[in-house]
């Protein structure tokens, strides 16, 4: 006895609407969280390499304050006044007294378009006179610098605070447009010059 009507040996149109609606909303949502990954990616990654150039700067500062001598800008008056903050500072980092050379380091914020830059500058007298003078960004992307310097009688110099906020920026990140935004990272190091006496 044979069987009327054919048999099914496929999925019908309803059945293959049906898996298109569902493969289509779990790629949907797996690109979505992709991309927020990504996005994440991106945030925490600027921050983390902004963060250690900011550590290297701040130990580079320290370290050129401790070998420093003849520190400004000095108070009106370091008995009335013995701390003063300012958004630069300048000292001397080399002297040699045989051949009059001198180079005085000098470290301040400087707005550069948009954007605020920590910028060294080493000027080399000899005799008075400016031999040579060069200027190179330390970091870029600060929001706040403060030197904040405490002076006794002299002036001498007791310890200087850098007091520093920097937005988080990688040089080599990919173009994406993010809601996220990388929290500024601040960083406070105080350091005593040294006594030659």
Known sequence: MRRSGRSQHGFSIIEMLIALVITSTLLTA???????????YKVTSESASTHVVSRIVMQRLMAMIRNGQN?????????????????????????????????VTTLERVQNGTEWDLVYTVT??????????????LITGLTELKFIMEYDV???????????????????????????????IRMVASASPRRLD
Do not use: C, H
Request: proline share 10%.
């Open 30 to 40: 797996t690109l979505a969280a992709l991309d927020a990954s990504f996005k994440s």
């Open 71 to 103: 520190f400004g800008p000095y108070p009106v008056n370091p008995i009335t006044t013995p701390v003063i903050e300012s958004d630069w500072m300048e000292f001397e980092s080399f002297s040699d007294p045989v051949t009059g050379v001198r180079r």
């Open 124 to 137: 080399t007298f000899q005799g008075g006179e400016i031999i040579s003078e060069e200027s190179r960004p």
């Open 154 to 184: 002299g002036p001498v110099l007791q310890r200087v605070t850098v007091d520093m906020v920097v937005q988080p920026n990688d040089l080599q990140d990919a173009a994406v447009a993010s809601d996220l935004e990388a929290p500024t």
